[in-house]
């Protein structure tokens, strides 16, 4: 019980605000911290007994992190010693878990040199299901911002959440509907998972995976992304718009970029030419911002059947940046 006190400590701040938070809970924790002077960021999954998730070091190579809760003595702060590896073995060591304050701090073995290691807290996932008699349900998993200079984030997603939210109640407001759902044969789901995809001192980056079923075969899925640039504590939106310079011929490199992806994907409407091109109204929706990079998502049915899934598209900022404006570039 002593260990579970300590766990509740640690997210002591969110108590208040969501009051479905207990020990019994699996909890999911994103950190950013530095490796020496690099950038890293420490996902995790923790329970009362043990972490596991994992550990990103310069937004390329990943590497598995996994240990146990381990017993405290009174008074003591409980820790985790955290075992890090990977599959080609260049980084191992540990990481101490202190659970009082928020902070992980040790030290790695990194091709051969021990390094310094820090990491604080910036988000707790938060998890809500709301189920409306048999024929509705909305589950939403979100990140919850502690650092109060991003509240920004918090009020953002909060508000999509109560837009979502109303947009599904919004099906039944056709009575002929509401009793078709009664009557078993119309059913609404919808979850939305916020997942964080870079956080730097200078850009944020949140993707919103929706899946959606409103009855036939199967659902789908749909994206929606949440990029901002950091300056002097201040978020501002970042769209596609004001990240290229988007005179004719340096979106068309973009295009072309992403037309050659997709073929060497094997992206089914690409290799027909159905699909040779795409408007800035479908790119926008759907990007991530990454530390070397972007990421395009194209959902099911875009550039490929449905039973193909979803494709991901890198683009090194290095293949496009003749066509980043100057206002992103001060950014990297």
């Given amino acids: 019980m002593k260990r579970l006190s300590f766990l509740i400590m640690l997210f002591l701040p969110l108590v208040s605000l969501f009051s479905q938070i207990n020990a019994s809970q699996t909890y999911r924790v994103y950190y950013t911290g530095k490796i020496d002077e690099t950038p890293a960021f420490l996902e995790m999954l923790i329970t009362d007994q043990s972490v596991s998730g994992v550990l990103g070091f310069r937004q390329e190579t990943m590497f598995s992190v996994a240990g146990l809760i381990s017993p405290?003595?009174?008074?003591?702060?409980?820790?985790?010693?955290?075992?890090?590896?990977?599959?080609?073995?260049?980084?191992?060591?540990?990481?101490?878990?202190?659970?009082?304050?928020?902070?992980?701090?040790?030290?790695?073995v990194y091709k051969g040199k021990n390094s310094n290691a820090v990491f604080e807290i910036l988000a707790v996932y938060m998890k809500d299901t709301k189920i409306l008699k048999n024929y509705l349900s909305y589950?939403?998993?979100?990140?919850?911002?502690?650092?109060?200079?991003?509240?920004?984030?918090?009020?953002?997603?909060?508000?999509?959440?109560?837009?979502?939210?109303l947009r599904v109640l919004d099906n039944f407001t056709d009575p002929k509907k509401l009793t078709k759902a009664m009557e078993g044969t119309l059913r609404y789901d919808r979850t939305d998972f916020f997942e964080i995809q870079f956080a730097g001192d200078k850009i944020i980056s949140i993707l919103n995976s929706i899946?959606?079923?409103?009855?036939?075969?199967?659902?789908?899925?749909?994206?929606?992304?949440?990029?901002?640039?950091?300056?002097?504590?201040?978020?501002?939106?970042?769209?596609?718009?004001?990240?290229?310079?988007?005179?004719?011929?340096?979106?068309?490199?973009?295009?072309?970029?992403?037309?050659?992806?997709?073929?060497?994907?094997?992206?089914?409407?690409?290799?027909?030419?159905?699909?040779?091109?795409?408007?800035?109204?479908?790119?926008?929706?759907?990007?991530?911002?990454?530390?070397?990079?972007?990421?395009?998502?194209?959902?099911?049915?875009?550039?490929?059947?449905?039973s193909a899934g979803s494709y991901e598209i890198f683009v090194a900022f290095d293949e496009i940046r003749m066509a980043l404006s100057e206002e992103f570039k001060s950014l990297l």
Avoid: C, W
């Fill in 211 to 306: 899946y959606l079923y409103t009855g036939g075969a199967h659902g789908n899925y749909e994206y929606k992304s949440y990029n901002y640039a950091i300056r002097d504590g201040q978020f501002s939106r970042l769209e596609l718009g004001n990240i290229l310079s988007l005179n004719g011929e340096r979106f068309n490199l973009l295009n072309k970029l992403l037309v050659e992806k997709l073929k060497e994907k094997k992206a089914a409407f690409v290799l027909d030419g159905s699909v040779n091109a795409f408007e800035m109204g479908e790119l926008s929706p759907s990007f991530s911002i990454k530390e070397n990079g972007f990421v395009f998502i194209f959902a099911p049915y875009r550039v490929d059947a449905y």
């Fill in 72 to 108: 405290s003595a009174e008074n003591a702060p409980a820790s985790a010693l955290l075992r890090v590896t990977d599959d080609a073995g260049v980084m191992n060591g540990q990481l101490r878990f202190n659970m009082n304050d928020n902070r992980l701090q040790g030290s790695l």
């Fill in 139 to 165: 589950t939403v998993q979100y990140p919850y911002f502690l650092n109060p200079a991003y509240s920004v984030l918090n009020e953002a997603i909060g508000k999509e959440i109560n837009d979502a939210g």
